[in-house]
C-alpha cells in the first residue's frame, strides 16, 4: 500500500528538510522540493494527499492535477495565494496557521521602523566604504528615536497587539485602526484619516482582501505628515507603488521600509530597490527557525488529523 504522499514546497536546508521527513515515521511519504522547481513540483500531483504551501500561488489547474489531494496547508497565515474557490469546488480543506509567525513578523517590524530611523542600510554602505566615518555636518537630521514619535499600526491582529506594548514601552504614543474596535488591543483606536494625519511612523499589518487592495492609495498617502515612515510587512498590494513612488518623490515618505512587494519577486529595474530611501527585505519577516519549528507541529498535526477525517485546526476552508 502507498505512503499518503505529502508535498512540502519550500526553500529547505539540511536541519528543516530533515525535520520534515521525520515524518515519514508517522507512515508518510514526504516530498521536500523547492518553490523554484515547478516540472518536479507537478510531476508530484497525481499522488499528492497533502500540500505544504508557503508563497508559490495555487491555482485551478493545481487542484486539477491533484485528484488525491485533500489538504493544503498554508504555513502562515495569509491564504491569498491559494485559490479557495478551487479548493472548494474539489472538496480540497484549505488550513492557515495564525499565531506561528507573531513573534517573528513584530520582531521584523520594529528591526524595520529601527532601521528606517537610523538609516542603518546607508550607515552600512558608509562604514564599508570608509566614509562612515566622516559624515558631512548636519547628518546628525537624517537620524530619529522611537520616543516621542506616534506609531500608527494599521489592524489590530496578532502581530499589532504584540507590537504595540513594545512601542510603548520605547516611549512612542501607540495609534491603531481596524475596521471596527477591539478592545483587546493595547493602543488607541484612531480613525482611518486621522491616524494618517497624525504618524510619525505608520505599520501595515492587515490581511489582502478586496477591501485592502490598494488601501495606501494616492489619496490616502497624500494625508500622511510630511516626512513619515512606511513599514510594510503584511502584503504588497495593500500600497499603491507608483503613489509610493510619487510620496518619496515629494519627501511626503521620507522612509519605506518593506518587507513584502506588489509582485515577488520584482522584476529587473523594479524602481523602489534602486531607491536610497527605501529600504527592502525579500518577504522574510516570518522566517525563523521558530516560526518552523511552531509551523511543522500544526501542519504535521492536521495531516494525520486529515488522515484519520478529524476536525482540522484553523481551518479556512
Same mark, same amino acid.
Given at each position: 500500500m502507498?505512503k499518503p504522499?505529502?508535498i512540502?514546497r519550500?526553500?529547505a536546508?539540511?536541519?528543516?528538510?530533515?525535520?520534515?521527513?521525520?515524518w515519514q515515521a508517522?507512515?508518510?511519504?514526504?516530498?521536500?522540493?523547492?518553490?523554484?522547481?515547478d516540472?518536479a513540483?507537478?510531476?508530484?500531483?497525481p499522488s499528492?494527499?497533502?500540500i505544504?504551501?508557503?508563497?508559490?500561488?495555487?491555482?485551478a489547474?493545481?487542484f486539477?492535477?491533484?485528484?488525491q489531494l485533500r489538504?493544503?496547508?498554508k504555513?502562515?497565515v495569509g491564504?491569498?495565494?491559494?485559490?479557495l474557490?478551487?479548493?472548494?469546488?474539489?472538496?480540497?480543506?484549505?488550513c492557515?496557521?495564525?499565531?506561528?509567525?507573531?513573534a517573528?513578523?513584530?520582531?521584523m517590524?520594529?528591526?524595520?521602523? $529601527?532601521a528606517?530611523?537610523r538609516?542603518l542600510?546607508q550607515?552600512?554602505?558608509a562604514?564599508r566604504?570608509?566614509?562612515?566615518w566622516?559624515l558631512?555636518?548636519?547628518?546628525?537630521?537624517a537620524?530619529?528615536?522611537?520616543e516621542g514619535?506616534?506609531?500608527?499600526?494599521?489592524g489590530?491582529?496578532a502581530?499589532p497587539r504584540?507590537?504595540a506594548?513594545?512601542l510603548?514601552?520605547?516611549g512612542?504614543?501607540? $495609534?491603531?485602526?481596524?475596521r471596527s474596535?477591539?478592545?483587546?488591543m493595547p493602543?488607541?483606536?484612531?480613525?482611518?484619516d486621522e491616524?494618517?494625519q497624525r504618524?510619525?511612523?505608520l505599520?501595515?499589518?492587515?490581511?489582502?482582501?478586496?477591501?485592502?487592495?490598494?488601501?495606501l492609495?494616492?489619496?490616502?498617502?497624500?494625508r500622511l505628515?510630511?516626512?513619515a515612515?512606511?513599514v510594510?510587512?503584511?502584503?504588497?498590494a495593500l500600497?499603491d507603488?507608483?503613489?509610493?513612488?510619487?510620496?518619496l518623490?515629494?519627501?511626503?515618505?521620507a522612509v519605506?521600509?518593506?518587507d513584502?512587494?506588489?509582485?515577488e519577486?520584482?522584476?529587473?529595474?523594479?524602481?523602489l530597490?534602486?531607491?536610497d530611501d527605501?529600504i527592502?527585505?525579500?518577504h522574510i519577516a516570518?522566517?525563523?527557525a521558530e516560526?518552523?519549528?511552531?509551523?511543522?507541529?500544526i501542519a504535521?498535526?492536521?495531516?494525520?488529523r486529515?488522515?484519520?477525517?478529524?476536525?482540522?485546526?484553523?481551518r479556512?476552508v
Open positions: 502507498l504522499s505529502v512540502a519550500c526553500e536546508g539540511p536541519k528543516l528538510s530533515a525535520k520534515l521527513r521525520s508517522d507512515g508518510l511519504a514526504v516530498h521536500v522540493i523547492s518553490e523554484s522547481a516540472e513540483f507537478e510531476a508530484l500531483l499528492a494527499f497533502a505544504l504551501h508557503v508563497l508559490k500561488p495555487i491555482g489547474q493545481v486539477a492535477k491533484a485528484p489538504l493544503v496547508q504555513i502562515g491564504v491569498n495565494t491559494i485559490d474557490e478551487a479548493a472548494r469546488a474539489r472538496g480540497v480543506a484549505v492557515n496557521m495564525p499565531g506561528t509567525n507573531t517573528a513578523v513584530a520582531e517590524a520594529l528591526a524595520l521602523i $529601527l528606517a530611523l538609516r542600510p550607515l552600512d554602505r562604514a566604504s570608509g566614509r562612515g566622516a558631512p555636518p548636519g547628518s546628525e537630521a537620524f530619529g528615536e522611537i514619535r506616534t506609531v500608527g499600526l494599521v489590530a491582529g502581530v504584540r507590537l506594548p513594545t510603548r514601552a520605547m512612542a504614543d501607540v $495609534l491603531y485602526w481596524s474596535e477591539r478592545p483587546e493602543a488607541r483606536f484612531t480613525p482611518w491616524l494618517l504618524a510619525d511612523i505599520s501595515l499589518h492587515l490581511p489582502l482582501t478586496t477591501e485592502t487592495q490598494g488601501l492609495d494616492r489619496e490616502a498617502l497624500a505628515k510630511p516626512g515612515i512606511l510594510n510587512t503584511a502584503r504588497g500600497v507603488e507608483a503613489a509610493l513612488i510619487e510620496a518623490d515629494s519627501k511626503r515618505v519605506a521600509a518593506l513584502v512587494l506588489g509582485v519577486p520584482p522584476g529587473d529595474g523594479h524602481p530597490l534602486a531607491r527605501v527592502v527585505t525579500p516570518w522566517l525563523t516560526t518552523w519549528d511552531r509551523s511543522l507541529g504535521r498535526e492536521n495531516v494525520l486529515t488522515l484519520r477525517s478529524e476536525a482540522l485546526l484553523h479556512v
